[in-house]
């Protein structure tokens, strides 16, 4: 095919973003549009230049016009959404957070599975030119084998919306932002072993439910650990910039956490500007999902990837009841 119709299944703010994208990918995409309100995925089809607009999800997943969807709903009606691609066949790119809870990406594992479909989630963070920086310098053993891995990501994001809602939500900030920095850590550090958190009990005003200030520590399979500090409700006086930083037994990395630069002291010195055109890696994740598609081939950000980040996500959770290490499937005994 030489154009890929693709359903965007949802109109939010979301939507926007990932239209803006598929807009300097003309040549590899049609856009269509599906809301449970046709006049608004009317509207998001006349902005966009999109090619056709449903009223509801199912025409839109029953239509023949369509190749695949893009899941760009709240999550929890993820679950649904991917049942309803997966009945008409149709190869299909979800938001993340996949779901809320790791029973509900069973069913949509099983649902996948039976079905056949392609499925791909939409981390981003996977497709980041930092990340590419950083595994290619790991690979090359530039600065030994990783010991410690700290990440840090903080600012204030006050939440509305469905964001406010505990039970649409599923979680806290880790859950529905955090994931994408998991994702960075375990990209770097490899299978998690086992997870522990701590949040703050100063007295402050919460801005999300469940929580918006996490540290989580992460023993890796491979011995190293790892050290994310995810928030939603810390001040950050310089827009957001900020550091982090691999130690390895032969020298260390020191980057800008969203990707500006990277140092590299080790056994190679280099100083890096990862790219500033795709710094979010949106484009790049589209384009993998429409060869994915074209070719019949599975992806690499798949729904096996993003259970491994969700097993880390719901073991800090369970942590902050327990008080302990928690263990994800890898550091779970057998049976």
Known sequence: MSRINLCILGCGSIAKLHSWVARTLRSKVNLFYASRSLDRAEAYRRRFGGARAFGSYEEACASPDVDAVFICTPQAFHLD?????????KPMLIEKPVTRSL?????????????????????????????????????AGDV???????????????????????????????????????NMVLGIGGRAREVIAARPTVAYKPLAPVEDNLEVLIKFENGSIGKLLHSWNTLNRIGGLQTSKIYGTHGNITFESNGLWA??????????????????????????FLACVRDAREPAMSLAVARRDMEVVFAAYRSLESGRFEPTSAGAPSA
């Open 263 to 288: 140092l590299v002291l080790g056994r190679r010195k280099r100083f890096r500007i990862p790219g500033l055109l795709d710094i979010m890696g949106y484009r790049s994740m589209l384009k993998a």
């Open 103 to 139: 029973e509900e990406l069973t069913e949509m594992e099983t649902a996948v599975d039976r079905a056949g479909v392609i499925c791909m989630i939409a981390e981003n963070f996977y497709f980041k030119p930092l990340a590419s920086v950083l595994r290619s310098h790991l690979e």
């Open 144 to 182: 030994g084998d990783p010991i410690f891995i700290e990440l840090n990501k903080t600012g204030r994001r006050p939440t509305q919306g469905w964001r406010a809602d505990a039970v649409l939500m599923g979680g806290g900030a880790l859950l529905e932002g955090g994931v994408h920095w998991v």
């Open 81 to 89: 959404h991917a049942r309803l691609a997966a009945e008409h066949d």
